[in-house]
Structures are given as structure tokens and as C-alpha cells.
Nanobody
Framework: QAQLVESGGGLVQAGDSLTLTCVAP????????MAWFRQAPGKEREFVAA????????YNTDSVKGRFTISKDDAKSTVYLQMNSLQPEDTAVYYC?????????????????WGQGTQVTVSS
């Protein structure tokens, strides 16, 4: 039921970097698993990265491993996705999501709170 607001998307060239920001209601990142998903035109929503409320433990998909990094600032209830070496295949709407801890972090069905998304477009 949290209101999540993403920002930071834009149009960049291959090889460039972007940092996405997800601002959540107070204390959200302290109580929920937070994640980034993306959805390209004509494709299903895809898991990108997640971070647990404590530890924290991070998860990511193989396609972005070594290029994307998820992090958070609990004091600001904010989640970030640092994206380096962007490629045209990364073009998608990127969504921030929150799930109750204990649910599988990489599964779309685990998340019941979603932002509206921010567009990332990578040109060649």
C-alpha cells in the first residue's frame, strides 16, 4: 500500500550511466524488501535487482550483474539503482516495488506495491 515514486530515467547513449531513485513513504525501506523491475516494449516485466530490509542482502539478475548496483538509504526511505555501461537492450520502463520480507525476492508475484515507472532509453 506504499506510494513509490521513481525518477532519474532519461535518454542516453550506449556506454553511459544513469542512477534511478525511488522515494518511498517513511520507514518503508526498513520494513520491506525493495526491488527494481523493468519492462521493455512487447516483453513481460523482468526482475533487475532487490535489496532486503536488513543486512542488507542484495540480489540481481545475470544480465545486469557487474553493471547495475542497488542500494538504499533508510534515513531517507530511498532506493537507488546505479546503472553503468548501459546498452540498448536495457531500454525499458523501470519500476520500483516493495514486498513483505520472506517472499522470494526475484519473483514479480512477491510484490504488491509498485511505482508508476520511469523510462530509460539507450541509443546506439
Amino acid at each position: 500500500q506504499a506510494q513509490l515514486v521513481e525518477s532519474g530515467g532519461g535518454l542516453v547513449q550506449a556506454g553511459d550511466s544513469l542512477t534511478l531513485t525511488c522515494v518511498a513513504p517513511r520507514r518503508t525501506t526498513m520494513w520491506y524488501t525493495m526491488a527494481w523491475f523493468r519492462q521493455a516494449p512487447g516483453k513481460e516485466r523482468e526482475f533487475v535487482a532487490a535489496i532486503s530490509r536488513s543486512g542488507p542482502r542484495t540480489y540481481n539478475t545475470d544480465s545486469v550483474k557487474g553493471r547495475f548496483t542497488i542500494s538504499k538509504d533508510d534515513a531517507k526511505s530511498t532506493v537507488y539503482l546505479q546503472m553503468n555501461s548501459l546498452q540498448p537492450e536495457d531500454t525499458a520502463v523501470y519500476y520500483c516495488a516493495a514486498a513483505q520480507p520472506g517472499n522470494p525476492a526475484k519473483q514479480t508475484s512477491s510484490y504488491d506495491n509498485w511505482g508508476q515507472g520511469t523510462q530509460v532509453t539507450v541509443s546506439s
